[in-house]
């Protein structure tokens, strides 16, 4: 309990002797380490258990060749400056060193644990994709523990990351029940307006359309007629107004007028 403000300077050590003596007695009565740390520190202060590894041994192996696998000083503190401008908790973990550095302390290096062990660093430029499966650890060891003992520590960030191919190659498999798995006759090429980009409804509105005239254009001999006996035959298409692709003999007519009929 604090005091209240304004009080004695009697007072206020008074007050801070019995919450000493209270915290000493809570830790007396306790028996076990994490009783003891929050009696004396608070139940806020977050206590860290000790921990038995089961790949401790992998990973000693692992840390003895951090120089091994290029993994240098140099070469850990340009991986941290680069990760810690994507990932916050390298950035404020980066920000640490950078302080402590100010101060005057020792920079705060990671040694690094590849596993399997061996090869190259996974975190150096490569030019051939490295395999997958591989596990990168950067450890901070401010006594050099062993990690096949019981240890205790915090994970600052982790992360899975995805080498791309250099080269891959896609496609689209549509199954579709055809009669005797006959080949298309028909190819429909749709083409955008010149003022209008490409769209998913647009591409539906094209494909809508030409079923409809397919539908319109469907017809038999019977309802052409007379027309009936010049099929099959040739349509080209005409558009005077330019708004589509036509088919236009003006200039070849003008070129040789024989060709124009006599009424």
């Given at each position: 309990?604090?005091?209240?403000?304004?009080?004695?300077?009697?007072?206020?050590?008074?007050?801070?002797?019995?919450?000493?003596?209270?915290?000493?007695?809570?830790?007396?009565?306790?028996?076990?380490?994490?009783?003891?740390?929050?009696?004396?520190?608070?139940?806020?202060?977050?206590?860290?258990?000790?921990?038995?590894?089961?790949?401790?041994?992998?990973?000693?192996?692992?840390?003895?060749?951090?120089?091994?696998?290029?993994?240098?000083?140099?070469?850990?503190?340009?991986?941290?400056?680069?990760?810690?401008?994507?990932?916050?908790?390298?950035?404020?973990?980066?920000?640490?060193?950078?302080?402590?550095?100010?101060?005057?302390?020792?920079?705060?290096?990671?040694?690094?644990?590849?596993?399997?062990?061996?090869?190259?660093?996974?975190?150096?430029?490569?030019?051939?994709?490295?395999?997958?499966?591989?596990?990168s650890l950067a450890?901070?060891?401010?006594?050099?523990?062993?990690?096949?003992?019981?240890?205790?520590?915090?994970?600052?960030?982790?992360?899975?990351?995805?080498?791309?191919?250099?080269?891959?190659?896609?496609?689209?498999?549509?199954?579709?029940?055809?009669?005797?798995?006959?080949?298309?006759?028909?190819?429909?090429?749709?083409?955008?307006?010149p003022t209008v980009?490409?769209?998913?409804?647009?591409?539906?509105?094209?494909?809508?359309?030409?079923?409809?005239?397919?539908?319109?254009?469907?017809?038999?001999?019977?309802?052409?007629?007379?027309?009936?006996?010049?099929?099959?035959?040739?349509?080209?298409?005409?558009?005077?107004?330019?708004?589509?692709?036509?088919?236009?003999?003006?200039?070849?007519?003008?070129?040789?007028?024989?060709?124009?009929?006599?009424?």
């Amino acid at each position: 309990m604090f005091p209240a403000p304004g009080a004695s300077l009697e007072e206020r050590v008074t007050r801070a002797l019995a919450e000493a003596k209270s915290r000493l007695d809570a830790a007396d009565a306790a028996t076990a380490a994490e009783e003891i740390v929050a009696a004396v520190l608070g139940r806020d202060v977050v206590f860290w258990p000790r921990i038995t590894v089961a790949s401790g041994a992998a990973l000693d192996t692992a840390l003895a060749a951090t120089s091994a696998i290029g993994a240098t000083p140099a070469a850990v503190r340009a991986w941290l400056h680069s990760a810690a401008r994507v990932r916050e908790p390298l950035a404020r973990w980066r920000q640490l060193a950078l302080m402590t550095g100010a101060f005057g302390r020792d920079d705060i290096g990671f040694e690094i644990a590849q596993i399997p062990h061996g090869g190259r660093w996974i975190a150096l430029p490569f030019e051939k994709r490295p395999p997958s499966g591989i596990i990168s650890l950067a450890m901070l060891r401010p006594t050099s523990a062993s990690i096949a003992s019981a240890v205790s520590g915090i994970a600052v960030d982790e992360w899975t990351e995805i080498v791309p191919d250099a080269k891959q190659t896609t496609g689209i498999a549509v199954h579709h029940d055809a009669p005797n798995a006959e080949a298309p006759q028909a190819l429909l090429v749709a083409v955008t307006p010149p003022t209008v980009p490409w769209s998913a409804d647009l591409l539906v509105e094209a494909v809508r359309e030409t079923v409809d005239l397919a539908k319109i254009r469907a017809v038999d001999t019977d309802l052409l007629g007379s027309l009936g006996q010049l099929l099959p035959t040739i349509f080209l298409p005409a558009n005077s107004a330019g708004d589509a692709i036509g088919v236009r003999f003006t200039a070849e007519l003008e070129a040789a007028p024989a060709l124009i009929a006599e009424p």
